[in-house]
């Protein structure tokens, strides 16, 4: 049996290995792995770095690689990502992936999903509707998205289409609600630093719990302000992939 062949890593020197950059962030320990092992089968030297928001709590991780490298780290990445996030669609419209997600009863929502299939059509479509458009404000991933209408009992080219058409529909609301979690992140932010620094005081003097709250709370805010923004579905930004009648076919069902 013949053995794998090792990647073929290019000579660098001392210098250029140590002259690191940040290529991508990792949200979690799972994509992170994903990438690391990513690059390191393209034979690219990886370093990664734990990105720590305060008090032992982490928001993820950055990879980083030698600057000479770094424009073909992020090619690399960029298709890692677009193969990642295809193979989470197809296996979310996958009949037994969503067979198997029947038995999740710590989520209400997708059992509400499967309910739908009962449903008269009528009340399918303008539910179907409402929820991709709560889901679209909220940053609900696209691969989750898929899921659920799966569920729902769609298959990819008519939820596709789906997403699309309230996007499209119901964009000024959308950016609206978008706008409005921003707005609430800034103020719980402003208003987490004022009660920090007010209880930093307190807390030198009486003990560390009040401050921890209070931090806690900061970055509550951060998490509500940027949310909307970093986590918007891409499929709410492309155009349906169906024929020209595939929207009122969807619409239809």
């Given at each position: 049996?013949?053995?794998?062949?090792?990647?073929?890593?290019?000579?660098?020197?001392?210098?250029?290995?140590?002259?690191?950059?940040?290529?991508?962030h990792?949200?979690?320990?799972?994509?992170a792995?994903?990438?690391i092992?990513?690059?390191?089968e393209?034979?690219?030297?990886?370093?990664?770095e734990t990105?720590?928001?305060?008090?032992?709590?982490?928001?993820?991780?950055?990879?980083?690689?030698?600057?000479?490298?770094?424009?073909?780290a992020?090619?690399?990445?960029?298709?890692?990502?677009?193969?990642?996030?295809?193979?989470?669609?197809?296996?979310?419209?996958?009949?037994?992936?969503?067979?198997d997600a029947?038995y999740?009863?710590?989520?209400?929502?997708?059992?509400?999903?499967?309910e739908?299939?009962c449903e008269?059509?009528?009340?399918?479509?303008e539910?179907?509707?409402?929820?991709?458009?709560?889901?679209?404000?909220?940053?609900?991933?696209?691969?989750?998205?898929?899921?659920?209408?799966?569920?729902?009992g769609?298959?990819?080219?008519?939820?596709?289409?789906?997403?699309?058409?309230?996007?499209?529909?119901?964009?000024?609301?959308?950016?609206e609600?978008?706008?409005?979690?921003s707005?609430?992140?800034?103020?719980?932010?402003?208003?987490?630093?004022?009660?920090?620094?007010?209880?930093?005081?307190?807390?030198?003097?009486m003990?560390?719990?009040?401050?921890?709250?209070?931090?806690?709370l900061?970055?509550?805010?951060?998490t509500?302000?940027?949310?909307?923004?970093?986590?918007?579905?891409?499929?709410?930004?492309?155009?349906?992939?169906?024929?020209?009648?595939?929207?009122?076919?969807?619409?239809?069902?």
């Amino acid at each position: 049996m013949e053995e794998p062949s090792e990647p073929c890593r290019p000579e660098l020197t001392r210098e250029q290995l140590q002259d690191l950059v940040v290529v991508a962030h990792a949200p979690n320990d799972a994509e992170a792995i994903y990438l690391i092992d990513t690059l390191d089968e393209a034979g690219i030297p990886v370093g990664g770095e734990t990105e720590r928001i305060g008090h032992g709590l982490s928001s993820g991780q950055r990879i980083c690689v030698p600057r000479v490298l770094a424009e073909k780290a992020r090619e690399l990445i960029e298709k890692a990502r677009a193969e990642a996030h295809d193979r989470g669609i197809e296996v979310a419209f996958d009949p037994e992936s969503v067979a198997d997600a029947t038995y999740d009863e710590k989520d209400p929502v997708m059992m509400r999903m499967f309910e739908l299939r009962c449903e008269p059509e009528d009340v399918v479509a303008e539910e179907l509707r409402s929820f991709v458009m709560q889901w679209t404000i909220d940053g609900i991933g696209e691969v989750q998205i898929a899921k659920y209408l799966a569920a729902a009992g769609l298959n990819r080219e008519q939820s596709a289409a789906l997403v699309a058409m309230v996007t499209q529909d119901n964009m000024p609301a959308i950016e609206e609600g978008q706008h409005a979690y921003s707005a609430l992140g800034i103020l719980l932010f402003l208003l987490a630093i004022m009660l920090t620094l007010a209880s930093l005081a307190y807390a030198l003097a009486m003990g560390a719990h009040y401050f921890l709250v209070f931090s806690g709370l900061g970055l509550a805010g951060m998490t509500l302000m940027f949310r909307s923004k970093s986590k918007a579905p891409d499929l709410a930004r492309r155009e349906p992939s169906l024929p020209a009648d595939a929207n009122s076919s969807t619409t239809d069902n």
